[in-house]
């Protein structure tokens, strides 16, 4: 048993190493209903495509649009939430991200537009955007193939911001700038115990079946039906326990490389 729960532990620290910071490419939106949605969904592709191929899969990862549309209900609210959305950044953290960018449609004179902003979604600040302008929406695409790299670079070097502070002479204050651990890392861990005490619970079952089995047959002061029962119980106990269990340590670390 010693050696379930080592391994679980093991399992549990692997997961939390391996959390990314996670990248949200939001529906392209055009505010004048000129674009078709699959040229939209594809513009939107195409970003998704760029931040996958510039950012480091080792520390960064890039949500998919199912992912986006589960933390915001369905398809249809998704939508209406990406059009009435005054903050990008707010956005960003209704579905869990670290990073948010989006592209907007939009017309000028009688070409269309595009602009891509870029956020922190911590600090709600802006980390880069550009736009440009096309006759059409095949030039729209030229403009994220020539500048959706950049933009998603600046991810990669920007660095939080520390507070000034003036040295003293003999200890100068040291101001560390810690990450703080998502809800989901306390709730995976959560789970891992739950589910490893469901196990514990399952094996502790099996032993006590183990032994009304022996009453069974050596008469120790139970009868044949009462031990029987015994063992049949334990059984059944001992089967829910390890399954429950299962499934909730399989949460668990499902929690773990999710978030």
């Not at 969904?41 to 990862?61: I, M």
């Not at 550009?130 to 991810?155: N, P």
């Not at 990450?179 to 094996?203: C, E, Q």
Request: contains cysteine; hydrophobic residues 45%.
């Amino acid at each position: 048993m010693n050696k379930l729960l080592f391994t679980l532990l093991l399992l549990a620290l692997a997961a939390y190493g391996q959390m990314q910071e996670r990248i949200a490419i939001i529906n392209t939106m055009d505010d004048y209903d000129s674009v078709s949605v699959a040229n939209l969904t594809y513009l939107t592709d195409k970003l998704r495509e760029t931040a996958v191929n510039v950012l480091p899969s080792d520390k960064f990862g890039v949500m998919t649009t199912e992912s986006i549309v589960a933390f915001l209900g369905s398809q249809e609210n998704t939508v209406k939430v990406c059009k009435e959305a005054s903050c990008l950044a707010e956005l960003g953290r209704k579905v869990s991200a670290d990073y948010v960018a989006q592209g907007r449609i939009g017309r000028f004179n009688e070409d269309l537009t595009i602009k891509v902003e870029l956020y922190n979604v911590a600090t709600g600040n802006l980390i880069g955007s550009f736009a440009g302008s096309s006759k059409d929406v095949a030039g729209l695409l030229s403009l994220i193939d020539e500048k959706a790299t950049d933009l998603f670079k600046r991810i990669i070097v920007e660095k939080p911001e520390v507070a000034k502070i003036e040295p003293e002479p003999v200890k100068p204050e040291v101001v560390v700038v810690q990450k703080p651990v998502k809800t989901s890392f306390y709730v995976a861990v959560g789970l891992d115990i739950v589910g490893a005490a469901l196990i514990y619970a399952g094996y502790s079952k099996n032993s006590s079946m183990e032994k009304a089995y022996k009453d069974e047959y050596r008469g120790h002061k139970l009868d044949f039906d009462t031990a029987w029962k015994n063992v049949e119980s334990d059984r059944s106990m001992r089967n829910t326990f390890y399954a429950i269990g299962s499934l909730v340590l399989l949460s668990g670390v499902g929690v773990h490389i999710w978030f």
